[in-house]
């Protein structure tokens, strides 16, 4: 079940890519032909990027995705290393369960006072808030998975791949 959250994760992300670049191409078009600029596009995509950032991380994570600096850990025993990631990933989880809850408490925070962005576009603040709050409970549980289960020995995924397995 979690594996096909981090699935849609992972397409919201790939989405919010697909229209990054069509904004980021749209301002560039813009700007060339017509000498002008959407009002508000930075704004925006820098609330796809929050979302990009935040709803990949759990399938990053799941799928062995996260960058590992391997210098002490090549050298460790394959226990070992099972040993370490749990810790690892134990240590991960508070972290993930304590930035949750804080920025759950930013969002509602946000939806009492009535914030919006103080730009152009009038954008509810609660909204790119939600992405960090999705993605960082959604990292929260894979890490609690690595925890309990211990280390998937999988590489990184495509999505190709994960649909023909049904993961």
């Given amino acids: 079940m979690f594996s096909k959250i981090a699935l849609g994760g992972r397409y919201v992300g790939a989405s919010a890519i697909v229209l990054l670049t069509i904004f980021v191409a749209g301002e560039v078009i813009l700007r060339l032909v017509f000498s002008t600029s959407f009002e508000g596009l930075e704004e925006l995509s820098g609330y796809l990027l929050v979302a990009i950032t935040y709803l990949t991380a759990a399938d990053s994570f799941s799928t062995d995705g996260f960058m590992r ?89 495509t999505v190709e791949s994960d649909l023909a397995k049904g993961d």
């Fill in 69 to 157: 600096v391997a210098v002490l850990y090549d050298r460790l025993k394959l226990k070992n290393k099972g040993r370490l990631d749990r810790i690892l990933a134990l240590l991960s989880a508070v972290l993930c369960g304590g930035l949750t809850i804080y920025f759950i408490n930013i969002v509602l925070s946000s939806l009492r006072n009535g914030i919006v962005s103080p730009t152009f576009n009038i954008f509810p603040i609660w909204v790119p808030q939600t992405a960090m709050v999705l993605g960082m409970a959604l990292l929260c549980i894979a890490c609690i998975r690595v925890t309990v289960l211990g280390p998937r020995s999988k590489k990184p995924s």
